[in-house]
């Protein structure tokens, strides 16, 4: 997959390419804001589940059971995929950072 910026007009929406001919998407800088806005939530959601240790952490040599450390691992995933596309998605209406 990848994206660039094309424009058009003032929205600049961006084009992803997926691996198939042909296969674009644009989104509009309001769908980028809610895309880095998902990403946070999912982040959060997923952070949160990650520090509720269970019986089975508590037996697990690594210090918590797989459904945790999966967790873990998609709070980390979540927030580079939004630093990857805060790189490429139009900037937020207002100017403002990215989660």
């Known amino acids: 997959m ?32 809610l895309i880095m806005a998902a990403l946070a939530d999912a982040a959060s959601y997923r952070e949160g589940r990650a520090r509720q240790w269970c019986e089975r952490c508590d037996a697990e040599p690594e210090g918590a059971c797989e459904d945790h450390l999966q967790d873990g691992a998609l709070t980390g995933a979540y927030r580079a995929l939004a630093v990857r596309l805060a790189a490429v998605l139009p900037e937020p209406a207002g100017g403002g950072d990215a989660p």
């Open 2 to 33: 990848s994206g660039r910026r094309e424009h058009h007009g003032r929205h600049e929406p961006l084009v992803i390419t997926i691996r198939r001919p042909r296969a674009r998407v644009a989104l509009a800088r309001t769908d980028g804001e």
